[in-house]
Nanobody, 132 residues
Framework: QVQLVESGGGLVQSGGSLRLSCAAS????????MGWFRQAPGKEREGVSCISTPDGSTYYADSVKGRFTISRDNAKNTVFLQMNSLKPEDTARYYC?????????????????????????WGQGTQVTVSS
């Protein structure tokens, strides 16, 4: 399996920036895509961004396009999410995911809710809080 450890969350003022990191270990050669979901209290989980392993193609939710950038360091099996121009509505717990089956084009489908058991992994999450 794949283990994921996130870091980089915190408290920031509106308009500020944060960079999240997600380090993968284990059977990382089996990963097709890695990404970030987020969930705020009382709200549905939202797929934020994804980067595919084979070709580096990316996906961004409309709510973060132009503000967030996903990247990866293949040598370190680490994915980053640079978040700029943060807004209070970005406040949520952010979860790193690794999918062993699908690439980022699956994120375009509203039915995709992240990797399922035995076919991917989820991190424990890191809290991002944006104050107004």
């Amino acid at each position: 399996q794949v283990q994921l450890v996130e870091s980089g969350g915190g408290l920031v003022q509106s308009g500020g920036s944060l960079r999240l990191s997600c380090a993968a270990s284990g059977f990382t050669s089996n990963i097709y895509s890695m990404g970030w979901f987020r969930q705020a209290p009382g709200k549905e989980r939202e797929g934020v961004s994804c980067i595919s392993t084979p070709d580096g193609s990316t996906y961004y939710a409309d709510s973060v396009k132009g503000r967030f950038t996903i990247s990866r360091d293949n040598a370190k099996n680490t994915v980053f999410l640079q978040m700029n121009s943060l807004k209070p509505e970005d406040t949520a717990r952010y979860y790193c995911t690794a999918d062993l089956v699908v690439e980022c084009d699956a994120w375009e489908d509203d039915d995709y809710v992240g990797p399922v058991e035995d076919f991917g992994s989820w991190g424990q999450g890191t809290q991002v809080t944006v104050s107004s």
